[in-house]
């Protein structure tokens, strides 16, 4: 893209940086944890425990893809996607939580018979910054913001299996999945409680 600026009696033409490397957006974040890892590790032989990471890690990252999500770092145990990185339709939040409610009944389908994991999920919809080149699985630290760590803070605060969201993802999917508000949580470094809800299912066709 050229830009013209007249001066004086001549015209200088720069050429504006493109594509833009970061930009601020707003996404959909998803957290997703096992409950117990610590125990369930120690508990089994290290070959079983390599199968289980390939299964787990597998199954979360094909359905996050199906839902249009970029998984963007693992920790751990933990993964983080973002949805509505590359651009937004107006829907991202509602398929992360779409993505959240899906990883459990597929890790059960998933898993060996006599395997039982229980996955926590935040999920949380706020302004970042991001890094577009970064934006791809794997990208790690491609975006920036506070609603990384709320959707972390949510996944600890979600029931063994359950979908918790924030308020500005309970906005963004009202009307399309069923939710029922929990206690507020208590966030260090914030003045204020966050409300959060769960979310128990799709919402029945009107």
């Known amino acids: 893209m050229l830009i013209t600026t007249p001066v004086g009696s001549r015209e200088a033409v720069t050429v504006a940086r493109w594509p ?7 996404v959909t974040v998803l957290f997703a944890d096992i409950v117990g890892s610590t125990g369930l590790v120690e508990r089994l032989d290290p070959e079983d425990v390599r199968a289980l990471q390939q299964a787990y890690f597998g199954t979360v990252a094909a359905v996050l893809r199906r839902w249009h ?8 145990d933990a993964v983080m996607a973002l949805f509505g990185a590359h651009g937004s339709d107006g829907f991202d939040a509602y398929r992360g939580v779409r993505a959240g409610l899906e990883i459990q009944a597929a890790l059960d389908r998933r898993l060996p018979a006599g395997t039982r994991l229980r996955i926590r999920v935040g999920v949380a919809t706020g302004e970042v910054l991001v890094d577009l080149a970064g934006t791809r699985d794997g990208g790690h630290g491609a975006a920036s913001g506070a609603v990384i760590t709320t959707a972390a803070r949510l996944q600890e605060y979600a029931p063994p299996g359950g979908v918790v969201v924030c308020a500005a993802t309970r906005r963004a999917v009202a009307g399309l999945v069923e939710q ?17 809800w769960r979310v128990t299912g799709v919402a029945r066709r009107r």
């Open 69 to 76: 999500g970029v998984v963007e770092k693992y920790v751990g």
């Open 180 to 196: 029922r508000p929990l206690a507020a949580m208590a966030v260090a470094g914030k003045a204020q409680p966050l409300d959060v």
């Open 20 to 26: 833009v490397p970061e930009e601020r957006r707003t």
